[in-house]
């Protein structure tokens, strides 16, 4: 059980570990110095009290209810069918777009100058490509090594630099000032619990609030040592505050270890979100919800290969090339949260037609996600492609997701006739 | 600097026509190492989205400049100077 617990707890920590986390980070300890601690702590109490609801044991009396059947409860199955739907597809293919490229230009310019860093960003998704196509639990088991691999060079790392400011103290300008932007972008850290144990009978919170914990004391310590070791102005204005945090702290041994940092990070999100859209695909193939599949089994595999050809080509085209990747990237996370709030809403409902007091918490929830989802689009420079990338995603799907709701209806009305007349 | 420099490739041609290409030449390294503290030179740092973002590499004076606005750079830059426009 141990075994299990470790391996969601890490699945967990795939997107929290993640480059992209650890540069919202520095730029938010930079922009909002100790009211970043302030924003940190409150998201990582409302994403653990979202869990605590979402997982609450008097959901489990039916025999299990996991993400999805929630969704389903709460919402209806169109709407969880679309959400989940485009969520999913859009956080695997954007995410490691942007993760996959990045991480090739950390080895290109930390490691090996003269390897290409589109040749090391696409033999990082054929490694993860590679672990599914082994086993899923194979590919489970391999994110232990990814995030052992950050967290040891961030432990490495911070040790260092608590010597190094302890020996010699910077003064530090630990006042408070206000964006909003990059304050409620603290709730896209605790992003990702979405896992459980997959071969217990009970979801238990024990691994999610665990990387929870981790990630809240890492985003923490990393905050003060960055703001310790590089001026806040510096952190807030740059797309790179980790490498220049690290390379303050160490020098190239530094750079180095934030390097191991990228690069294994960057396998642990891919290898997360792959597993978080297969798992959600699966639940939703279970009920009979995946547009185009017949209830039942989903194969893996197939979906890991389609994910990789078409990240491949995203890659190929280009698309990190251009500023709207990262526009997708925030309308993606935008779009996880609101699903987030919504699973806390469906199981605040729930729980509260049993009685079970302070459900409405999860209500709460889902109004700060909405409300933060809301204020973050509209005081994006990038407002109007944001909401225009949302459109182009959800109408689609919920459109599919309708179209085969209907379908999925009609064909079970045809075998219950057939299986009627075979009867008679 | 050095080895930031030598990460360098530098085009001229990049976002230009073809009738134009032959006449633009390369620059290597070294030429451009030698003439950075010109006040003759504007350094054009073409790179855009995660290229610019995830590098740590960016030459110190450069200045940003977005390839697909190329039609209005002879608005926005000196054309008495020599222009490098550096994209990877």
Request: charged share 10%; glycine share 8%; hydrophobic share 55%.
């Amino acid at each position: 059980m141990a075994w299990t617990y470790l391996i969601t707890a890490t699945l967990c920590l795939g997107w929290m570990l993640s480059p992209d986390v650890f540069i919202r980070v520095g730029n938010g300890v930079g922009a909002n110095k100790t009211l970043f601690i302030v924003g940190g702590a409150v998201a990582a109490l409302l994403a653990a009290r979202a869990l605590f609801l979402v997982r609450h044991p008097q959901l489990q009396n039916d025999g299990g209810t996991n993400r999805t059947d929630l969704l389903v409860y709460g919402v209806g199955p169109t709407l969880t069918t679309t959400l989940l739907l485009a969520s999913r597809m859009a956080l695997v293919l954007l995410i490691p777009t942007g993760a996959l490229v990045a991480s090739g230009y950390a080895f290109n310019e930390i490691f090996v100058y003269w390897f290409p860093n589109f040749g090391f960003a696409y033999l990082l998704l054929a490694l993860v490509v590679v672990l599914h196509l082994v086993s899923e639990a194979f590919a489970r088991k391999a994110q232990i090594v990814f995030t052992a691999l950050v967290l040891s060079s961030m432990l490495i790392l911070s040790v260092a630099g608590w010597i190094t400011t302890n020996s010699s103290p910077v003064p530090v300008d630990t006042g408070a000032s206000f964006s909003l932007p990059l304050l409620a972008g603290s709730l896209f850290f605790f992003l990702g619990l979405e896992f459980s144990p997959d071969n217990l009978q009970t979801e238990s919170r024990f691994p999610a609030i665990g990387a929870l914990l981790v990630g809240l004391v890492l985003f923490f310590g990393w905050a003060m040592l960055s703001i310790h070791s590089v001026p806040a102005e510096r952190l807030s204005g740059t797309t790179i505050p980790h490498l220049i945090a690290a390379r303050a702290i160490w020098g190239d041994t530094g750079r180095v270890l934030m390097g191991i940092t990228i690069i294994a990070g960057t396998c642990g999100v891919v290898n997360a979100l792959f597993h978080l859209a297969i798992g959600s695909f699966r639940e939703l193939a279970a009920r009979g919800l995946l547009p185009g599949h017949p209830r039942g089994e989903l194969m893996p595999r197939r979906y890991v290969v389609l994910f990789a050809l078409i990240i491949g080509v995203l890659m190929g085209k280009g698309l990190a090339g251009y500023e709207i990747l990262d526009t997708y990237i925030q309308a993606s996370l935008l779009l996880w949260l609101f699903v987030g709030g919504m699973q806390a809403f469906s199981a605040a409902t729930l729980l509260g037609r049993r009685g079970v007091p302070h459900s409405w918490h999860g209500h709460a929830i889902m109004t700060v996600y909405t409300v933060a989802v809301v204020s973050l689009i509209a005081s994006d420079s990038e407002a109007v492609p944001i909401v225009r990338f949302l459109a182009l995603i959800l109408l689609p799907t919920a459109a599919l997701a309708a179209f085969w709701s209907r379908r999925r209806l009609a064909l079970n009305v045809t075998n219950n006739q057939h299986a009627k007349g075979g009867h008679s | 600097m050095k080895k930031l420099l030598s990460l360098l490739v530098f085009s001229f041609a990049f976002t230009l026509t073809p009738a134009f290409a032959a006449d633009v030449g390369m620059m290597n390294v070294d030429e451009l190492k030698g003439m950075l503290d010109s006040d003759n030179l504007v350094i054009l740092d073409v790179r855009t989205g995660k290229d610019w973002s995830s590098s740590e590499f960016k030459i110190p004076g450069a200045i940003r400049a977005n390839p697909r606005d190329f039609a209005t750079w002879g608005e926005s830059h000196p054309k008495d100077k020599k222009i490098v426009l550096y994209c990877a």
